[in-house]
Each structure stands twice: as structure tokens, then as C-alpha cells.
């Protein structure tokens, strides 16, 4: 039998990435100002599931974020999160093997 299509949720099937993308954007805000870091209370009640430009938004009007800083917290956010996920994921190669697998 041939496989034609699998499809992940990647989100906590192959890495669990929310506290990843927490921590690289605070500190990427950090990184501009420490009054703009979003507490982990702050997070979970307000912030969480919700896009980094949605969050950007949101931290002008919570925390008085100038919107001309969203394009550099954005991009440091990315920065980050490569960071950290080389800091904190090792490759798994019995799963890079099964995923290269699959593509065959």
C-alpha cells in the first residue's frame, strides 16, 4: 500500500513548542526593554495561543509597546527561537529516518 498523505499537528507531536516560542519572544522583548516581558501569569490568561503580531498589538495597549518596534521584535523573535531550539532539541534520527521514510 501506498501512503499519500500524512498530516501532524506539530505542536506537541514532534516538539513541544509553546514554551519555546515564550521564551525566545521575551527575550526578544527583553532584549528592547524589560517592561515589555510578558509575565507567565500574563501569558497564560492573556496572551497564549495567539500569533506574534497579535501579541505585538496587544503589548501596546497593555504595556505601551511603539508599534515601529514590532518589525525588530519579530525578527529577534525568530532569531531566538532558532536559538533555543539548538540549545534544548537534539536530532532524533530513528524519527528522521522514518520521516525520510515516508517522503519516499
Request: charged share 35%.
Amino acid at each position: 500500500m501506498k501512503v499519500k498523505m500524512i498530516i501532524f499537528d506539530l505542536d506537541g507531536v514532534l516538539i513541544d513548542a509553546k514554551p519555546l516560542h515564550y521564551d525566545a519572544l521575551n527575550r526578544a522583548l527583553g532584549s528592547i526593554d524589560e517592561r515589555y516581558i510578558i509575565t507567565k501569569e500574563e501569558h497564560l490568561s492573556i496572551y497564549d495561543g495567539r500569533p506574534t503580531r497579535v501579541k505585538l498589538k496587544m503589548l501596546t495597549e497593555n504595556k505601551g509597546l511603539p508599534e515601529n518596534l514590532y518589525d525588530e521584535v519579530w525578527r529577534r523573535k525568530q532569531k531566538f527561537t532558532i536559538d533555543i531550539a539548538n540549545e534544548q532539541f537534539k536530532y532524533d534520527n530513528k524519527l528522521i529516518d522514518l520521516l525520510s521514510h515516508l517522503k519516499e
